[in-house]
């Protein structure tokens, strides 16, 4: 629905009235009026002639339309809208010689013309300027790729002035005028690789470049670049001079080439072995600075031909000169081993053999032995026999080499002579002797004749009455003990482990690498001792009875005298009691039920007792003693983890733990927790534990459980009241499982929060009419909420509101269109429009009704004709809703 008006300074004034079966209403009165338009200034074309490198002339002809009473102003605009964009100003003339321009450079060229009250830009031409010499050249970047290889990059003029069509590149050496050209470039990258044979490692030249295009050239700056170091060349043998038997003296020359910067000179050098098959290895001696022609080489072998060379290093790499030979000095003999040992004729001679000194230093002239530093030989034999010694005797000797030079002693060498079987051990000494040990001492040998390696402890048992040889007596002898420490000045040990009232020999054995020799025999009788072989007592349960246990007991097996008493040892705790040898049982009362007891029996003699190894029993069980009630944790609505301890009494050994709520069984086994499940919310309940063993079972006392609150639930919808068109009664009731206590209700319409509180009902005002509305109720506890299904009402109809003006277009000299929109709230049903006119000038109006029937009523737009040409004419509509009619506001149009 629009309104169209057209023509100048015409002003006219429209109103809009829309009805409904409800009531109608009017929009407001509004004005329309028409506006003006401005003349152009455009220049026609115009000729653009390029007059040199840098500027161009322009002309044109004056503009097609513009206000000839106001002078007009003309400028040359160049790239305009562009960073580099320039204004010439060329007054009133028609032509302009535009000069300072670039050269070889694109312009794209306007013309303005401008008047007091406004300018105007004509089309623009491109043109390009000509060509001039490149000016600006950068010097080339150089850097050196190698020892006789550089690289040359380089860069366009900055003001190139043209299309470069060369480039030239000149080299020189550094100091030097000598400039060769060495490379001539017309396309491709702007780089060039010189690997000239001109080129020398370690060298410096320099670069420059030459740009050309077809008005000239620019020549850069020279650029300068030193070549890589490469390994010198040319290293002359050095000359060596010996100066003692462990140095020599080097001097050598710089190398002919030293390509680069010698940094160091290194001096290596190597034997020359007697067997020429025989390779060695070079060594480094030292390493002297660069400006060092001179080195003195110290840790040589004495009399010993070396090759000697120098080394030239810098930062490529290094050049060895040629060997040079050279031989040290005379010295004194090294490298001398000690004697090879024969041990000859019982230890009394030494057959001593050694070796010529691994190196000589030259030639041997003497050898000499010495024993304690006397001379006992002297001579060029390498073996001499030494006579006249004691066995097993150490002796110190040395053995000494001698050149022209000097002589090298080899360190003191100890030797041993051979030993011989001991002889004179003293007897056997025994002390204290009990029933099962005897103390046994003795010596050392008078002459060991050697080194001892072991005492052996001989023993054998000699039986009362029975005839014997001294022969059988050792044929039956066996070691008791052996002692390997043989350094001690006596010696003594404990036999143990005899019979009681028993009679036994005893020597020791002296053992060395060459033999051994006995003590004499000596002979020792033991004393009285305790019984012996007392068994564990056999312990039994008595039937029925968990406080009292049955003991019994056999005597020993071996008494070794006259059994005294009896005593029982319960937990290794004795009785206040004993019994006579003849009493072997015993019943023990007020025990413990379920307890671990141990009993020992000791028996005794005159000399001592013994005491059997312990037996184990556990009395028979019974019901534990008292149960703690249980314990409910992380309690829920609906469940409780319960947990209970191991009773402090438990008089056996727990089997089974039964639970009960209120009395009725929810868990049996032998775990201390167990969850309970299904319970009621908010509800409370009686726990009871029993605990059970093989000797019965023991309940606790009740514990009380009190169940946690949960969300409420079972909640139903509310229920609706229509109160009229703009209010709805809301009421509900209480969940069907408030699960604890509710603390309050909150109401929402169509999901907006309307209502909080502790009531059931509520009164919703401010409503819309003929709506249709859903509420919810909420019930909240502590624990949660429940929400109910939704309840859906719909309000009463009321007439309709929001009616805006309609919108007149008039079609002809007597017919207006009218147009218009729906009510913003139509508040129910749309039963018809009417749509009224009238003249101002006339109290009465007259109505154009549309039912829902009428194609008016879907378009919502009808023409009204018989109009007066010219003329103002008032119009309204209404529309009319299902309970009442509001009215639109007057809207005026004027007719021509």
Not at 14 to 20: D, G, H, I, K, N
Not at 751 to 772: A, C, I, K, M, W
Request: glycine fraction near 6%; charged fraction near 15%; hydrophobic fraction near 35%.
């Amino acid at each position: 629905m629009c309104l169209c008006v057209s023509g100048l300074s015409h002003r006219y004034v429209y109103e809009l009235e829309a009805s409904t079966a409800g009531g109608s209403s009017r929009s407001d009165r509004y004005v329309i009026q028409t506006p003006v338009s401005s003349p152009e200034r455009i220049p026609p074309p115009y000729n653009v002639t390029v007059s040199g490198a840098r500027s161009v002339f322009v002309a044109w002809t004056p503009p097609g339309k513009y206000n000839t009473s106001l002078p007009l102003e003309y400028s040359v605009l160049l790239n305009a809208g562009s960073l580099d964009a320039l204004v010439k100003a060329a007054g009133k003339g028609q032509f302009l010689h535009v000069t300072d321009l670039q050269p070889f450079t694109r312009y794209h060229i306007r013309i303005q013309a401008c008047q007091p009250d406004g300018c105007g830009v004509g089309k623009g031409v491109y043109t390009s300027t000509f060509e001039a010499p490149p000016e600006h050249l950068d010097p080339p970047v150089v850097k050196a790729a190698g020892p006789a290889v550089i690289e040359v990059h380089w860069k366009p003029p900055r003001q190139p002035n043209g299309l470069i069509t060369a480039y030239f590149i000149y080299r020189r050496p550094l100091g030097t005028r000598e400039e060769l050209l060495v490379f001539l470039w017309s396309e491709g990258p702007l780089e060039f690789i010189d690997a000239s044979s001109s080129l020398r490692p370690y060298s410096e030249f320099e670069y420059r470049v030459r740009a050309l295009n077809t008005q000239g050239s620019v020549s850069s700056v020279w650029a300068s670049a030193l070549t890589q170091e490469a390994p010198p060349l040319g290293m002359s043998s050095p000359w060596a001079l010996p100066t003692s038997a462990y140095s020599l003296m080097l001097n050598w020359t710089r190398p002919s080439d030293p390509n680069g910067l010698i940094q160091q000179y290194r001096v290596v050098y190597q034997s020359r072995p007697a067997d020429p098959t025989l390779n060695t290895t070079a060594v480094l001696a030292l390493t002297v600075p660069g400006d060092s022609l001179q080195a003195h080489v110290f840790g040589l072998e004495p009399y010993t031909t070396y090759s000697v060379r120098v080394e030239a290093v810098n930062g490529a790499g290094s050049v060895s000169s040629p060997w040079a030979a050279v031989r040290t000095l005379d010295a004194s003999p090294s490298g001398l081993a000690n004697f090879s040992v024969e041990k000859r004729e019982q230890g009394r001679a030494l057959l001593l053999i050694w070796d010529q000194p691994a190196v000589p230093n030259g030639d041997i002239k003497m050898y000499n032995i010495y024993n304690e530093g006397n001379l006992e030989f002297s001579g060029l034999s390498r073996q001499f026999l030494f006579r006249r010694l004691e066995p097993f005797t150490t002796y110190t000797l040395a053995l000494e080499a001698c050149t022209a030079a000097g002589c090298t002693r080899t360190p003191p060498q100890p030797i041993t002579t051979e030993e011989a079987p001991p002889s004179a051990p003293p007897p056997l000494v025994a002390e204290p002797i009990s029933a099962n040990r005897v103390q046994l001492h003795w010596l050392p040998p008078t002459h060991p004749n050697g080194r001892i390696l072991q005492y052996r402890v001989m023993a054998v048992t000699l039986d009362a009455g029975r005839s014997r040889t001294e022969e059988e007596d050792l044929q039956r002898a066996k070691v008791v003990f052996t002692e390997n420490d043989t350094r001690a000045s006596s010696f003594s040990h404990n036999v143990t482990g005899l019979q009681p009232w028993s009679v036994y020999a005893f020597f020791v054995r002296v053992v060395n690498a060459a033999g051994h020799a006995d003590s004499p025999w000596l002979t020792v009788r033991t004393k009285q001792a305790s019984p012996r072989g007392l068994a564990a007592p056999s312990v039994n349960h008595v039937e029925g009875n968990p406080y009292a246990l049955e003991v019994s007991w056999a005597p020993p097996l071996e008494s070794n005298g006259v059994l005294l008493t009896y005593r029982i040892l319960r937990n290794n705790v004795s009785f206040h009691f004993s019994f006579d040898s003849g009493v072997l049982s015993y019943t023990d009362v007020d025990l413990l039920p379920y307890g671990v007891y141990g009993y020992a029996i000791v028996a005794c003699t005159a000399e001592g007792c013994v005491t059997s190894d312990p037996t184990e029993i556990r009395t028979l069980e019974a019901p534990p003693a008292t149960v703690e009630p249980p314990t409910a944790t992380n309690v829920t609505a609906h469940s409780a983890s319960v947990s209970w301890s191991v009773p402090s009494i438990q008089n056996g050994e727990i089997t089974l733990y039964v639970l009960l709520v209120d009395g009725e069984e929810v868990y049996r086994g032998r775990r201390l927790t167990a969850l309970v499940s299904t319970l009621l919310p908010y509800t409370q309940y009686e726990l009871t534990l029993r605990a059970c063993t093989n000797g019965g079972c023991t309940a606790s006392a009740p514990a009380p459980l009190h169940t946690r609150e949960a969300p409420p639930a079972d909640l139903q919808a509310p229920m609706l009241k229509v109160t009229g068109s703009e209010s709805v009664e809301v009421t509900w009731r209480e969940p069907g499982r408030p699960n604890g206590v509710i603390t309050g209700y909150e109401l929402r319409r169509d999901g907006q929060l309307v209502y909080v509180g502790n009531d059931t009902r509520y009164h919703d005002f401010t409503l819309l009419p003929s709506v249709e509305y859903s509420y919810a109720v909420t019930a909240n506890n502590s624990q949660g909420a429940a929400i109910s299904p939704a309840a859906v009402a719909r309000t009463r109809p009321s007439a309709p509101s929001g009616v805006a003006p309609p919108k007149l277009q008039a079609t002809g000299a007597a017919s207006v269109l009218v147009q218009w929109e729906a009510p913003a709230q139509p508040n129910g049903a749309i039963l018809s429009y009417s749509v009224y006119s009238r003249d101002p000038a006339e109290p009465s109006s007259r109505r154009h009704l549309f039912p829902p029937e009428h194609s008016a009523f879907q378009s919502r737009s009808t023409s009204l004709t018989g109009l007066k040409p010219h003329y103002s004419e008032l119009i309204r509509g209404k529309h009319l809703g299902g309970a009442a009619c509001q009215g639109w506001q007057w809207a005026c149009s004027h007719f021509e």
